[in-house]
């Protein structure tokens, strides 16, 4: 499905970003994994090659523009080409809105939405001389309804990159570069470590599923964007999220 494929995952040392990161390595794509903990992406990139897949571990911030300019010029010169970005490096603070302060503020922005444009759009300018790219951005529920327990720039946040990905799927159509987003629901990672029992309890009592995804579940509705096979869609976002939402 991804043989000769070149992707690149951000945030892949844990969670949703590990977990596509393997899954894009097994259907034959050679991965890599981006996050500013590199020892822990190191052992998930370790665990990818003994698996018998190819990956490598390029760290970076992604919220400096520099950084994801070098993370393309680096993947491009060691591979050759850049065929798949997945935008999946996040956080998500458990700030209320009083307590909320500039330099938060400017940290969730910076690594949840101005990283997507800067590197989608390294990632796409690298991606025009193939006239092919795969561009997917992990967005949320809570840019579909507004945030769970202390979350409202996180999900302005998220809402940004639903819009941003329509906008940048128009720009690169012509150079066959499709971007789509997908957005999650409560998954178990460590997001939702800080959100107390009895209030993540309710909202699991809000999903039809009832119960949390775990991070493969997420992976396994990014994988079909990531495939030449997906030729008519993009700009849509995929819900992924037990029900919670549906649209």
Not at 97 to 104: A, I, P
Not at 149 to 175: E, F
Request: charged share 20%; with cysteine.
């Amino acid at each position: 499905m991804l043989k000769d494929r070149i992707a690149i995952v951000t945030g892949a040392a844990r969670g949703i970003g590990a977990a596509t990161a393997a899954l894009l390595a097994q259907h034959g794509a050679k991965v890599a994994l981006s996050d500013i903990d590199a020892q822990v992406a190191q052992t998930v990139v370790d665990e990818i090659n003994a698996a018998g897949g190819e990956a490598a571990n390029l760290p970076c911030d992604v919220s400096k523009p520099a950084q994801v300019d070098q993370l393309v010029a680096d993947v491009v010169a060691r591979w050759g080409k850049l065929d798949i970005l997945v935008n999946n490096a996040g956080i998500c603070p458990r700030i209320p809105v009083e307590d909320m302060t500039e330099e938060w503020f400017d940290r969730i922005t910076n690594i949840n939405m101005k990283s997507v444009f800067f590197l989608s759009r390294a990632a796409a300018e690298a991606m025009k001389p193939h006239g092919f790219g795969r561009i997917v951005n992990v967005s949320s529920t809570g840019g579909r309804v507004g945030g769970v327990h202390n979350a409202t720039v996180y999900s302005a946040t998220k809402a940004g990159v639903l819009s941003m990905t329509k906008s940048l799927a128009r720009h690169y159509a012509p150079w066959n570069i499709l971007i789509n987003a997908v957005a999650p629901g409560a998954v178990d990672t460590r997001m939702f470590e800080a959100v107390p029992p009895d209030k993540l309890a309710a909202y699991v009592e809000t999903v039809p599923l009832k119960r949390m995804a775990a991070p493969m579940e997420i992976a396994q509705g990014i994988l079909p964007f990531c495939t030449p096979e997906m030729t008519w869609v993009t700009g849509a976002t995929l819900d992924v999220n037990g029900g919670v939402v549906m649209m």
